[in-house]
């Protein structure tokens, strides 16, 4: 008999990354990266989806275990805004040219399959729980990037609100400062915190980070500045919520020993004792979210 698969998807505004996920969590042939047409027209758009998705069943299809995997739908993790029920995009900061579109409709229409769509940070709960935290019943995922993403996970379910969590599971548009928790904590604080410490030249926040494991002041101290903030703004969360683990990943997790200090104190100093805080495991845990989402709602699903 064979076993059910889905084609899952992390779309962003850089890459694209596909592969094709059984239901045992199996990857089949591996992981496809490619350039994200996030700045294209509607049809190069939903024409690269499928394109991606359309590959990364034929890399599946030529894997020797591949015959015993039904692929039956595909799951497709995307940032906000997004209408994730209907498959319409509202995003206007990228994939500006499909705002509106029913993409959804038109993948099914493209690869024969329907379409799933999870926001991507909760995709990346989903991952997490599935492949790195099996056992834990409580946690919050973070991704740490370009923007600021949250996922509260209960059970391996992501939670919208209720029980601690804020509205809509979001952390990136709590208030902060003389802004939002995000100005504090994402690649641009810290790229910002470097300029405002006096750091030299522009720099990417990957830069940075090298430098501040090179011991440059300035660098230092903004990665420090974003984990005090990041503590800080989470202790009221945290307080109501009560995770037994704290999960970051995003391209500023691979820097987590820089602001990991800092965040641990300004927690003790809200008076919460933290969690573990640990970074997430390699791989790229949104496909294995996206795969688990649509597993979950796909033909035969249960």
């Known amino acids: 008999m064979s076993k059910r ?24 042939g591996g992981l496809r990266e490619s350039d994200s047409p996030a700045s294209g027209t509607k049809d190069e758009i939903v024409n690269e989806f499928a394109r991606v998705i359309a590959a990364a069943r034929a890399r599946a299809g030529a894997a020797a275990r591949a015959a ?3 692929v039956v739908a595909c799951g497709i993790a995307i940032p906000a805004p997004f ?9 206007t900061h990228k ?6 579109v029913h993409l959804g409709r038109l ?6 399959w329907p379409a799933y769509f999870v926001n991507d940070a909760d995709a990346f709960g989903l991952g997490v729980s ?36 804020p509205p809509g599971g979001e952390l990136w548009d709590l208030p902060y400062g003389d802004g939002i928790l995000e100005d504090h904590v994402s690649g641009r604080a810290v790229v910002a915190s470097y300029a405002g410490f006096g750091g030299a030249g522009p720099r990417s926040a990957k830069e940075i980070g090298d430098l501040a494991l090179r011991g440059d002041p300035a660098a230092v101290e903004a990665y420090r500045a974003m984990g005090a903030a990041l503590g800080r703004g989470l202790a009221p969360v945290l307080t109501r919520f009560a995770p037994e683990k704290i999960v970051i990943g995003g391209h500023i997790a691979r820097s987590l020993e820089l602001f990991l200090p800092a965040m641990e104190q300004a927690l003790s100093a809200a008076g919460l004792p933290a969690p573990p805080i640990i970074a997430s495991a390699p791989g790229n ?18």
Not at 107 to 112: I, P, V
Not at 134 to 163: W, Y
């Open 5 to 28: 698969a889905v084609v899952a998807v992390d779309a962003g505004g850089t890459t694209i990354d596909a592969a094709c996920v059984a239901a045992d969590g199996d990857v089949i």
């Open 68 to 70: 015993a995997a039904e």
């Open 83 to 91: 209408d994730y029920a209907a498959g319409v995009s509202h995003m």
């Open 95 to 100: 994939f500006r040219a499909i705002n509106g």
């Open 107 to 112: 993948l099914q229409a493209a690869t024969g």
């Open 130 to 165: 599935w492949r790195q935290l099996p056992d834990t019943k409580r946690f919050v995922a973070l991704t740490i990037g370009t923007g600021l993403g949250a996922s509260f996970i209960e059970d391996g379910v992501n939670l919208q609100g209720g029980n601690g969590v």
């Open 285 to 302: 845990m949104a496909i294995w979210g996206a795969a688990r989402y649509a597993l979950a709602r796909g033909p035969a699903a249960g």
